[in-house]
């Protein structure tokens, strides 16, 4: 299962270690990739992932969540 998460809000490699490293510790999370110009975190896990909670993770960072993508 793969998510998309397109977030706004980063703004230095900083802030994409911090959402990469906090989303690798979501329980399922296989493999996560942030990419600070593409804006976008790639989640790949097990079984699919509740998009409201990857949401929540996001948006305590202090980032806001546009949209997330399943495929």
Known sequence: ???IIKIEGMRCKHCEQRVEETLKQVENV???KVNLKKKEAIVVS???LDSTMLKE???KLGYGVTEIIEK
């Open 57 to 59: 993770i996001v948006t």
């Open 1 to 3: 299962m793969k998510q």
């Open 30 to 32: 296989n493999k996560v």
């Open 46 to 48: 097990k079984i699919p």
